[in-house]
């Protein structure tokens, strides 16, 4: 077993000792906040946890690499990689009681820089990820509405008929770019700020503020809601799913596998990242809610629980997904059968109810075999159900046009679209609560702010200028600009922060430290899963994922989707390549949190090395002036 431990001097000055940890919780007692008892906590870090991509990533990433088949590496890397690093932040936070920056800092002073890349990250993450609840709030407000305002084209200017672009494409698509976003057609052209999604964005950093006001003693109170609510709607969808025509085989496309994908190494990469994503790992907030514990919080099996739950809410919100979309596909198919159906009718003046779906091919044989000419003339569409249903959506897209498709086809669909928005800004809302306890107290840590000031005012300052700066997601290419950081901000930089966090834990403060704490504070040592999974396993797959997805990202272009009704191949999105400035960004967005851990280390260094050549330069002349008084006398 690797036993490998870098020296550092002074670890026992700068962590409290095992004897001193109840003490010193008793102290905290009156100025540090706790929970008020285990439930508060196990839900702080599931809605933290789980959160929108569980919803809209991780089915699109099902389909995307062979439905079931992508359930095995996910599994599989959730076990190896993501449980294991989820002990470690929840046991080294507990064992500390300290945020992110503190627990690094107190580790080895050069570490802070793991403290300030993860509050970067949550920064940079936070700031667009509230731009979706604000979206989630417009939908929500408009939803209602009987009719649905995206279940039908707005009438044009002149009233003469219906507005061309929403013609040429579709209801949803012309409701969500362009009177949602008003989109522009290049991420250069930023147009002028949309004042109803300024409204929405203004709402939701509003209600975030009064959610977090105080840390984990308003979070606390509000995750009985934001963290149970999204099970009970999913569940409603699930039941409601389940008896629409065609969801069973949205299901069954989901679960059958190919295994041929388990080869391709894009899938282990796919499935490495959103164990990442879905674990919200390597953000800081873990660390620092885990800090509020008692000492003698069982974190092992805090983090075996949070795991399962998150893999299993994966597997289930998928499962309620693709029922939606088995049912937007038969409808689809539908369509495009009935369709054919009345081209075959009208080409033939055949009696209404002559032709059905069961008879289509064989009156299609009659009609070809009577009149081939009038039959030659007639153009149908190819209707193929597995075409509809393969059709990959994540993201906005998932949620903004498949969802709010299906539900326009439901009885009752307002109803239906309130419960969905209400679930979605419950999930953005419980991960944004972690969000900021990455920002917040990192901040406090690094005591750039006087200690004198309130929790309320330093929550309400990084709000504000969190609000200012998202602006640029209200302008017309706002979504460019989400998209652009959403494919960069939590992405590479999380691999790295997660490779020094377990790295730091177990080959500077210790491996048999780390166990002897684990031990005093649940009752018994690691068993040897964790040993070989920390000291080995999942440093490396960090480091193999991490270089394979460099690799992949280094070597593709960066292009985006534009929304442009005169591009030929319109509705479908333009491919269009990034300008060259957005490289700068890109740089900035990604590279600046990996590059500050290295970055603050070597600052440490030099300064130790100067402070240390400054400290024998005093001694010489303190020893030179004894020895020249000593002469004098």
Request: hydrophobic share 45%; proline share 5%.
């Amino acid at each position: 077993m690797v036993r490998l431990v870098l020296p550092n001097p002074g670890l026992e000055d700068r962590i409290p000792s095992l004897a001193e940890l109840e003490t010193i919780e008793v102290e905290d007692a009156s100025s540090r906040p706790k929970w008020d008892n285990k439930t508060q906590y196990m839900l702080t870090c599931v809605g933290f946890c789980v959160g929108l991509g569980n919803v809209w990533r991780f089915p699109y990433l099902c389909q995307s690499h062979g439905g079931g088949a992508f359930m095995i590496p996910f599994l599989i890397l959730l076990v190896l990689e993501g449980i294991p690093l989820l002990h470690l932040e929840f046991a080294i936070g507990q064992r500390l009681r300290k945020g992110s920056m503190g627990v690094w800092s107190s580790i080895h002073p050069a570490l802070k820089g793991v403290g300030i890349a993860s509050m970067f990250v949550s920064f940079m993450v936070g700031l667009y990820y509230n731009t979706i609840i604000a979206w989630i709030m417009w939908y929500f407000f408009n939803s209602f509405q009987d009719p649905l305002p995206w279940s039908q084209c707005p009438v044009n200017e002149n009233m003469t008929g219906y507005v061309e672009e929403c013609v040429r494409s579709s209801t949803v698509d012309y409701f969500w770019y362009r009177e949602t976003l008003n989109i522009s057609t290049s991420i250069s052209d930023s147009g002028s700020i949309q004042w109803w999604i300024l409204l929405c964005l203004t709402s939701a950093w509003s209600v975030l503020y009064v959610c977090t006001i105080r840390g984990i003693e308003t979070t606390g109170k509000a995750v009985y809601i934001t963290s149970t609510l999204p099970y009970i709607v999913l569940t409603i969808f699930l039941v409601r799913g389940l008896t629409l025509k065609g969801a069973s085989k949205g299901i069954v496309f989901l679960f059958t596998p190919n295994v041929t994908e388990l080869a391709n190494p894009v899938t282990w990469l796919d499935a490495g990242a959103q164990v990442f994503y879905s674990f919200s790992l390597a953000f800081g907030g873990l660390i620092s809610f885990s800090s509020y514990n008692s000492v003698h919080n069982n974190c092992e099996m805090d983090a075996v629980i949070v795991s399962v739950i998150n893999g299993f809410t994966s597997i289930y919100a998928a499962t309620v997904v693709y029922s939606i979309i088995g049912f937007r596909a038969t409808e689809r198919y539908d369509d495009c059968f009935n369709t054919n159906i009345l081209t075959l009718m009208n080409g033939f003046d055949l009696p209404e109810g002559n032709v059905t779906q069961e008879n289509f091919a064989e009156m299609q044989q009659w009609c070809n075999a009577t009149d081939p000419v009038a039959y030659g003339k007639l153009s149908f569409q190819t209707c193929d159900i597995n075409s509809f249903l393969s059709e990959g959506v994540e993201g906005t897209g998932l949620a903004f046009i498949v969802f709010t498709e299906a539900i326009t086809k439901m009885p009752v669909a307002p109803l239906w679209s309130v419960l969905f928005f209400i679930m979605l800004f419950c999930l953005g809302l419980s991960s944004m609560f972690g969000n900021m306890e990455g920002v917040v107290v990192p901040l406090q840590d690094l005591k750039i702010i006087p200690p004198k000031w309130p929790k309320e005012l330093l929550t309400g300052l990084i709000c504000l200028g969190t609000y200012l700066i998202a602006f640029i997601f209200t302008l017309k290419s706002g979504q460019y600009w989400l998209s652009l950081l959403d494919s960069y901000a939590g992405s590479i930089p999380l691999f790295i922060i997660a490779f020094f966090e377990m790295f730091s834990v177990i080959y500077v403060y210790g491996v048999d430290r780390f166990n002897k704490d684990i031990e005093f504070m649940i009752g018994h040592k690691p068993n040897i899963f964790w040993q070989v999974m920390w000291r080995v396993i999942s440093p490396l797959l960090m480091l193999v994922i991490f270089l394979f997805f460099f690799v992949v990202k280094v070597n593709e272009e960066l292009i985006y989707s534009v929304w442009n009704p005169d591009s030929p191949e319109f509705p479908k999105s333009e491919k269009t390549p990034y300008p060259g400035w957005v490289y700068a960004v890109v740089v900035i967005v990604a590279g600046v949190p990996c590059l500050v851990i290295p970055g603050f280390a070597i600052y440490k260094f030099i300064q130790n090395r100067c402070q240390r050549h400054g400290d024998q330069q005093g001694l010489v002349s303190t020893l030179s002036s004894s020895v020249n008084g000593d002469l004098k006398y």
